[in-house]
């Protein structure tokens, strides 16, 4: 049994994550925090994930937890998790990072601390979403240039970003298996007379809509056939599930950095 600290325990993943660590027998929650400000603190992690009491109260900061779990997951904010990657690295707290959005010299820090411990960093943990990376790019070697690919991707009405990370990885991938450039390939809007598709552009289109969590789809179109590959995400707890995998899994590994692929033996 492996001992668990939740970052972010009040946020929409934490509770979630938390919600997943009581459904696994292999795993318990060892400690959880919030931002020092947060209304939560203080109060029990289990009564405001839902899951009735567990007798673990929510800090105010990671310093005040360090020593209650082996392995901290970590769904908050890119300055969030710099400072919880500072804080663990020297203590050789393993770490499984779900925070998206961290780039330029705060991501450079981030590999280079993560590398000195036992962490996976990936900004989507879904199972599902892994799997897909790896069979669209063997789906497009396989079909080769004849097919047209596309990608459709459709989120709620509140995702400030377009396309998502997910759907431009999936485009990187494709990419990379038909030896294509995406930042050549990619096109992202079509309107007007356009003229006729080329061979080698690669559209990636978003929806939104509603309270959608998350779809993604690629489509290959042939000659008088067409593929698609979906994924649809009914709510978080693939991504939660995911996260709680990759922490059962690194706590077992030497010290690096990994990402779901290699959580998923999929490398
Ligand atoms: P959220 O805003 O509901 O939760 C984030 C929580 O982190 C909040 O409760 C916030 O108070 C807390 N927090 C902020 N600063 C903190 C600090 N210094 N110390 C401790 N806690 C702190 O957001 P969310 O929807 O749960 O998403 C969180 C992150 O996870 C985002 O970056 C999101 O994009 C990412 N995410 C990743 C995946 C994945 O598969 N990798 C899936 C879903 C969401």
Not at 109 to 117: F, M, P, R, S, W
Not at 154 to 177: C, E, I, N
Not at 233 to 251: C, K, Q, Y
């Amino acid at each position: 049994m492996i001992k668990a600290i939740v970052a972010g325990a009040a946020g929409r993943m934490g509770q979630r994550i938390i919600h997943c660590i009581q459904q696994n027998s292999e795993i318990a929650l060892g400690g959880a925090f919030e931002r020092p400000d947060h209304p939560s603190v203080n109060a029990d992690a289990g009564h405001v994930a839902g899951v009735g009491e567990l007798g673990v109260p929510i800090a105010g900061s990671l310093g005040e937890v360090v020593d209650q779990g082996e392995v901290l997951i970590d769904f908050t904010a890119p300055g969030a998790t710099l400072e919880n990657i500072r804080a663990a690295s020297p203590r050789g707290l393993a770490m499984v990072i779900g925070t998206t959005g961290i780039t330029g010299d705060v991501l450079k820090e981030v590999e280079t601390l993560a590398a000195g411990i036992r962490c996976v960093l990936a900004a989507n943990m879904s199972v599902g979403v892994n799997v897909m990376f790896k069979i669209a790019g063997q789906m497009a070697r396989i079909l080769g240039g004849d097919y047209d690919v596309e990608i459709l991707e459709t989120h709620h009405r509140m995702k400030k970003d377009a396309p998502s990370g997910t759907a431009v990885r999936l485009g990187q991938v494709l990419a990379g298996a038909l030896g294509r450039d995406l930042e050549k390939v990619g096109v992202y809007e079509r309107k007007g007379i356009i003229g006729e598709r080329t061979d080698e552009e690669i559209g990636i289109q978003s929806l939104r809509a509603g309270d959608i969590t998350g779809e993604h789809m690629v489509l290959f179109g042939g000659v008088g056939e067409r593929l698609e590959l979906t994924h649809r995400s009914h709510n978080r707890d693939n991504f939660a599930r995911g996260a709680v995998r990759a922490a059962l899994w690194v706590v077992q590994q030497p010290k690096g950095l990994y990402d779901m692929q290699d959580v998923l033996g999929l490398k």
